[in-house]
């Protein structure tokens, strides 16, 4: 017998066992005091008070980048230059992922000229990055200029990036809004002259553009240069063809595109269903939606609040308001968690049948999900319980109406007044709510 067999089999005889080895992660390191209090503080401003007055020690990345941030959510914008002026002075590090996310803010919020100027000060900090030059190419391209980004692709060597697929990219998004597919189709041709390879992502806004401007032969011909390319086609390349080819009045094609997809190499997914179902949707083909969720199924794809939300809007456009009822509660117990969307497109067609009953139902678990509908449907629910006679229904949505600062319309209060008038039920503490709710608007 081998020693080290022996060795164990004395242990065993002595009843000792070794003990397994147990993987225990350490805990992550607890957040620095002064970063907790920055963060606790009430306003943005009173963020950078602190932070400017406290020891020099304290002037971090970890500590800036958070009063930056929440600078940048409150849309402060004007008190970033002077703020990062303060912190050059003050010799404090920052790294290029907090300028990436200041730009990000910057061109979500239609500043693409301040994008540039904190795009500027980063030398002053640190070395640039493909973060902050992704990030100012995005924010010039979001905001229609697509040209200032195209100048800014020779200067990317002098600050140190590499360009890549993500840079033509953005500029491809930007050509194909201003110029479209045939554009757009330049920036490709650069790409490859600089030996730049191109991914899934552009050729699928390629394809997308093309299929917008109804050229799918142009589409089709991308698809089979993307597979000569070594380019995969993913689920969302078929999507936007199949959503071409409907748009074209072409459902059988896109159907059979679909089923095609495996010969190809590419599995199904919930996105390819989704055309399938949207198009039907616009048919008022409610069953045939109602085939395509079950097929989903059957090939093991679970159906999202998206597809849920096609085949219930499809019921309420047709008056089948039970039916959309049922199919929101079948989507509950299958797992998928109804969103707001699924809540506002049941309760508006509910109101659009007339069946308030229901809809107040439907509002009453939207609003205990954390949800709540949109002016309109408050509106239209509240009227049509008005004018059904149900004083105390429409008196809880007009006391949930009033939390929320909305108002009634004129018609929706001649109902509601006429059926609290004519109730007798409706205590008098009820009587005098609605009438401060009618003076104050």
């Not at 597919?181 to 041709?189: E, K, T």
């Not at 072409?250 to 179902?277: I, P, S, T």
């Amino acid at each position: 017998m081998p020693a080290a067999a022996a060795a164990a089999a004395r242990l065993r005889r002595r009843g000792h066992r070794r003990k397994k080895f147990v993987y225990r992660p350490k805990p992550p390191p607890e957040p620095h005091p002064f970063l907790l209090h920055l963060k606790s503080l009430p306003s943005p401003v009173a963020a950078a008070a602190a932070l400017l007055s406290a020891p020099r020690r304290l002037h971090d990345h970890p500590f800036a980048a958070c009063v930056l941030y929440r600078l940048a959510r409150a849309r402060l914008f004007p008190l970033v230059p002077p703020f990062l002026a303060a912190l050059h002075s003050r010799g404090a590090p920052l790294r290029p992922t907090v300028f990436a996310a200041v730009i990000d803010h910057l061109g979500a919020a239609s500043r693409p000229d301040a994008a540039v100027g904190v795009f500027r000060t980063v030398p002053a900090f640190c070395s640039h990055s493909a973060a902050t030059f992704h990030s100012l190419l995005n924010a010039l391209v979001s905001n229609g200029r697509t040209d200032a980004a195209r100048d800014m692709l020779p200067l990317a060597p002098k600050l140190g990036v590499r360009l890549n697929a993500v840079s033509y990219n953005i500029i491809l998004k930007g050509a194909c809004l201003r110029d479209g597919f045939m554009g757009a189709r330049g920036v490709l041709d650069e790409m490859l002259s600089r030996g730049v390879r191109p991914t899934v992502v552009t050729f699928n806004t390629l394809v997308g553009s093309a299929c917008r401007e109804g050229e799918l032969g142009a589409a089709e011909r991308l698809i089979d240069e993307m597979a000569r390319r070594g380019v995969a086609p993913n689920a969302a390349t078929y999507a936007l063809l199949m959503r071409g080819l409907c748009d074209a009045d072409r459902h059988a094609d896109a159907e059979k595109l679909m089923f095609d997809m495996e010969y190809r190499g590419c599995q199904a997914d919930v996105v390819n269903y989704g055309v399938l179902m949207s198009s039907r949707a616009r048919r008022g083909d409610a069953d045939g939606v109602r085939e395509l969720l079950s097929a989903m199924r059957k090939r093991k794809l679970k159906p999202d609040d998206a597809s849920y939300n096609i085949l219930i809007r499809c019921l309420c456009d047709a008056g089948r308001a039970d039916e959309a009822h049922r199919a929101l509660l079948e989507m509950q117990l299958r797992g998928t968690v109804p969103g707001a969307a699924t809540y506002r497109v049941l309760v508006d067609g509910c109101c659009r049948a007339h069946d308030f009953d229901l809809g107040l139902r439907v509002f009453n678990a939207m609003m205990a999900s954390g949800h709540c509908p949109q002016a309109r449907t408050f509106r239209h629910l509240a009227r049509g319980l008005g004018e059904d006679g149900k004083a105390e229904e429409a008196f809880f949505v007009l006391e949930q109406m009033a939390r929320r600062e909305m108002s009634l319309d004129a018609d929706g209060w001649q109902a509601v007044v006429t059926c609290v008038r004519s109730s007798c039920s409706t205590q008098a503490s009820e009587i005098k709510l609605v009438n401060e709710l009618v003076l104050s608007n």
